[in-house]
């Protein structure tokens, strides 16, 4: 027995932007649009804000989100919702907009928010819980790059103190996502690998995940293959339109398999390194791949030789996977990011490590000093 959900409506293909006055059309006529302050997408926050003032929705722009959003920042943005009462919230970006945007949309409504009672009733990607706010409200998700597959998920990832955590809830689905390949193809290289990683161990992670059913072990089979087969292409020829399209839907089959599978070890442990370190995503998780492919050979040894024979056509994981790390430039350790032995100290000292359910302080540790030098 298995359950298996994905609401988000999705537009995909070249060209796909021009489409959003007509979908933002249905769900009112005042958007909160959430963003970065980044330069270089200046153009794009310019083309989207027109293509709904063409269709007379006013947008109200909240441009202050920072990479690992933080909860201070939420509430910033939280409070100029409270100011200028909006229909639906609008996320263009990468994952740190949509996590931001949903976190806004999520509270929208309450007086303030609660972090301790969001983290603690909704820690789990599967059960079903009452909503934080009965005005909480709408998202549409146009993402800028192809790795987060935050478009289709449940989950809001948002750093409080020094832990990045997450919470989860079917109200943080987009109602609608528009994949428009063309967005991507002025993301650096760097960016490109990162965020593209990132959706491989999404597909990985739910593959291995015991939830893991047909239908999600299908859309993560597909989404390895595709980032196997187009990453490194994409980092040779990063305007080829054909290999983003083909990163963009890798990026959204692993998004859903990973909303209806859950992860593993490498994502709670990317965002302890993330929350101490400030790494992007995709790196941290990069540094510890390979070292929990290389510990959990044995314990994991059928669904690794699965992954090994269909994406990597190969008998060894860990070889053909390494092989694939260097492709793509991110074969490296803590270290070659400049993490410090004292920055290691207080990630290995991390709570979290007591409370995971992938194994044992001891299991975690191992992964996490062999991913430092």
């Given at each position: 027995?298995?359950?298996?959900?994905?609401?988000?409506?999705?537009?995909?293909?070249?060209?796909?932007?021009?489409?959003?006055?007509?979908i933002?059309?249905?769900?009112?006529n005042?958007?909160?649009?959430?963003?970065?302050?980044?330069e270089?997408?200046?153009?794009?926050?310019?083309?989207?804000?027109?293509?709904?003032q063409?269709?007379?929705?006013?947008?109200?722009?909240?441009?202050?989100?920072?990479?690992?959003?933080?909860?201070?920042?939420?509430?910033?943005?939280?409070?100029v919702?409270?100011?200028?009462?909006?229909?639906?919230?609008?996320?263009?970006?990468?994952?740190?907009s949509?996590?931001?945007?949903?976190?806004?949309?999520?509270?929208?409504?309450?007086?303030?928010?609660?972090?301790?009672?969001?983290?603690?009733?909704?820690?789990?990607?599967?059960?079903?819980?009452?909503?934080y706010?009965?005005?909480?409200?709408?998202?549409?998700?146009?993402?800028?790059?192809?790795?987060?597959?935050?478009?289709?998920?449940?989950?809001?990832?948002?750093t409080?103190?020094?832990?990045?955590?997450?919470?989860?809830?079917?109200?943080?689905?987009?109602?609608?996502?528009?994949?428009?390949?063309?967005?991507?193809?002025?993301?650096?290289?760097?960016?490109?690998?990162?965020?593209?990683?990132?959706?491989?161990?999404?597909?990985?992670?739910?593959?291995?995940?015991?939830?893991?059913?047909?239908y999600?072990?299908?859309?993560?089979?597909?989404?390895?293959?595709?980032?196997?087969?187009?990453?490194?292409?994409?980092?040779?020829?990063?305007?080829?339109?054909?290999?983003?399209?083909?990163m963009?839907?890798a990026?959204?089959?692993?998004?859903?398999?990973?909303?209806?599978s859950?992860?593993?070890?490498?994502?709670?442990?990317?965002?302890?390194?993330?929350?101490i370190?400030?790494?992007?995503?995709?790196?941290?998780?990069?540094?510890?791949?390979?070292?929990?492919?290389?510990?959990?050979?044995?314990?994991?040894e059928?669904?690794?030789?699965?992954?090994?024979?269909?994406?990597?056509?190969?008998?060894?994981?860990?070889?053909?996977?390494?092989?694939?790390?260097?492709?793509?430039?991110?074969?490296?350790?803590?270290?070659?990011?400049?993490?410090?032995?004292?920055?290691?100290?207080?990630?290995k000292?991390?709570?979290?490590?007591?409370?995971?359910?992938?194994g044992?302080?001891?299991?975690?540790?191992?992964?996490?000093?062999?991913?430092?030098?």
């Amino acid at each position: 027995m298995f359950r298996y959900y994905q609401p988000t409506r999705i537009h995909f293909g070249a060209g796909a932007l021009n489409q959003l006055g007509e979908i933002c059309q249905r769900y009112g006529n005042r958007c909160f649009m959430v963003t970065t302050a980044d330069e270089p997408l200046q153009p794009l926050y310019k083309r989207v804000k027109d293509l709904l003032q063409k269709v007379n929705i006013q947008v109200i722009h909240f441009d202050e989100v920072m990479p690992n959003p933080n909860a201070e920042m939420v509430e910033r943005g939280f409070e100029v919702l409270k100011k200028e009462p909006c229909d639906f919230v609008l996320a263009v970006g990468g994952g740190s907009s949509i996590d931001t945007a949903k976190a806004i949309a999520f509270a929208h409504g309450a007086d303030h928010i609660d972090w301790d009672h969001i983290f603690s009733a909704y820690g789990s990607p599967f059960d079903i819980c009452p909503s934080y706010s009965k005005d909480h409200l709408p998202i549409i998700s146009v993402p800028t790059t192809s790795g987060t597959g935050s478009q289709v998920t449940q989950a809001s990832v948002i750093t409080r103190g020094k832990e990045k955590i997450t919470f989860y809830h079917t109200d943080n689905f987009s109602k609608e996502c528009i994949l428009d390949p063309e967005l991507m193809l002025t993301l650096p290289k760097r960016m490109s690998a990162a965020t593209g990683f990132d959706a491989f161990t999404h597909a990985f992670e739910a593959y291995i995940n015991p939830r893991a059913s047909h239908y999600s072990k299908m859309d993560s089979l597909e989404a390895m293959r595709l980032v196997v087969n187009n990453l490194p292409k994409v980092l040779e020829d990063p305007t080829n339109l054909h290999f983003r399209e083909a990163m963009s839907l890798a990026d959204t089959l692993a998004g859903r398999a990973l909303a209806n599978s859950g992860a593993d070890a490498p994502h709670p442990l990317s965002e302890i390194i993330g929350g101490i370190a400030h790494m992007t995503h995709g790196e941290a998780l990069a540094v510890v791949f390979g070292p929990f492919i290389r510990q959990n050979a044995v314990k994991k040894e059928t669904l690794f030789k699965e992954i090994a024979a269909e994406i990597f056509h190969s008998d060894d994981l860990f070889k053909s996977f390494t092989s694939f790390m260097e492709t793509i430039h991110l074969n490296k350790k803590l270290v070659d990011f400049g993490i410090t032995a004292e920055q290691f100290a207080e990630i290995k000292a991390s709570p979290i490590l007591d409370h995971l359910p992938f194994g044992s302080r001891e299991e975690l540790e191992a992964i996490l000093t062999d991913a430092y030098e």
